[in-house]
T-cell receptor, first 112, second 113 residues
Framework: QQPVQSPQAVILREGEDAVINCSSSKALYSVHWYRQKHGEAPVFLMILLKGGEQKGHDKISASFNEKKQQSSLYLTASQLSYSGTYFC?????????????FGTGTLLAVQP | DTAVSQTPKYLVTQMGNDKSIKCEQN?????MYWYKQDSKKFLKIMFSYNNKELIINETVPNRFSPKSPDKAHLNLHINSLELGDSAVYFCASSHQTGGRGYTFGSGTRLTVV
């Protein structure tokens, strides 16, 4: 039931782009994205509620393909501050309200 | 500051002891959660409360007992601590209606020796 994220880890140079994918085996009602820096709490980035929805947040954006039960997070022109572990969180149709299941995580390291 | 605050930040204790973690939020949210993050960084939901009522209990051993005296507070009491309970425990809060993210507390690192 836990969403699977890919890749597990990625190393970038500043200015490079990255894509993180999140796949669920169940129909999705919503997808959240969070970033967690080492030793800190996860921080909410964005939420996608409708199939096909795309959202942007500075140079970080995300898409939601309801049919494929997938979401992708796009990081463009990466900065050092983007480093951390990225988690998707999914709420499923037919599941309990507000039951957010987090994905397996993707460790992103941005180097100078 | 508007936030979710947890205490204590660190907890080191011996096997068999009982301990509590406290959480408070001043964001006006009506739903609060406990998540456990293990050594592999997996974040797993344990409990969810909405307006003081338990709505999610994820097959957590009954040594774990959450309590919500009001919608701004959610505490976690753990009896007879075991080595496998060592983890980081995060409290979080949100509005019940969909479309909004969760705000997490800074976490409590529990180490059972």
């Amino acid at each position: 039931q836990q969403p699977v994220q890919s890749p597990q880890a990625v190393i970038l140079r500043e200015g490079e782009d990255a894509v993180i994918n999140c796949s669920s085996s169940k129909a999705l009602y919503s997808v959240h994205w969070y970033r967690q820096k080492h030793g800190e709490a996860p921080v909410f980035l964005m939420i996608l509620l409708k199939g096909g929805e795309q959202k942007g947040h500075d140079k970080i954006s995300a898409s939601f393909n309801e049919k494929k039960q997938q979401s992708s997070l796009y990081l463009t022109a990466s900065q050092l501050s983007y480093s951390g572990t990225y988690f998707c969180g999914t709420e499923n149709y037919g599941g309990a309200t507000n039951k957010l299941i987090f994905g397996t995580g993707t460790l992103l390291a941005v180097q100078p | 500051d508007t936030a979710v605050s947890q205490t204590p930040k660190y907890l080191v204790t011996q096997m068999g002891n009982d301990k509590s973690i406290k959480c408070e939020q001043n964001l006006g949210h009506d739903t609060m959660y406990w998540y456990k993050q293990d050594s592999k960084k997996f974040l797993k939901i344990m409990f969810s409360y909405n307006n003081k009522e338990l709505i999610i209990n994820e097959t957590v051993p009954n040594r774990f007992s959450p309590k919500s005296p009001d919608k701004a507070h959610l505490n976690l009491h753990i009896n007879s601590l075991e080595l496998g309970d060592s983890a980081v425990y995060f409290c979080a809060s949100s509005h019940q209606t969909g479309g909004r993210g969760y705000t997490f507390g800074s976490g409590t690192r529990l180490t059972v020796v």
